[in-house]
């Protein structure tokens, strides 16, 4: 079992900036990939940008250049920088992690609760 924590969402003014935090508590010795997906109101749930144990990012190509994700293994948490935000970022944002089991390799996946990013002037 793991449990996300998300911190960080809210209004912002288009041009602006926001920072959203994900924290991992539980079983989270195994976590091999770890990030954010957005779903916006009326659409399917896309990927935002993700971070895997060996430092290596995977971006959606809307948010390249703007968006940048760190990943803080101390703290079992990760990072997602949003600059230069745009309306059509306005989403419900989820944390997600992947994590693998010992032994089988299988892969679960856990989801945060949502944080809302809203977009607007």
């Known amino acids: 079992q793991v449990q996300l924590g998300e911190s960080g969402g809210g209004l912002v003014q288009p041009g602006g900036s926001l920072r959203l935090s994900c924290a991992a508590s539980?079983?989270?010795?195994?976590?091999?990939?770890i990030g954010w997906y957005r779903q916006a109101p009326g659409k399917q749930r896309e990927l935002v940008a993700t971070?895997?144990?060996?430092?290596?990012?995977n971006y959606a190509d809307s948010v390249k250049g703007r968006f940048t994700l760190t990943r803080d293994n101390a703290k079992n948490a990760v990072y997602l920088q949003m600059s230069s935000l745009k309306p059509e970022d306005t989403a419900v944002y989820y944390c997600?992690?992947?994590?693998?089991?010992?032994?089988?390799?299988?892969?679960?996946?856990?989801w945060g609760g949502g944080s809302q990013v809203a977009v607007a002037s």
């Open positions: 997600n992690a992947g994590v693998l089991e010992p032994g089988t390799g299988w892969k679960y996946y856990y």
């Open positions: 539980g079983s989270i010795f195994n976590i091999n990939t």
């Open positions: 971070i895997t144990s060996d430092g290596l990012t």
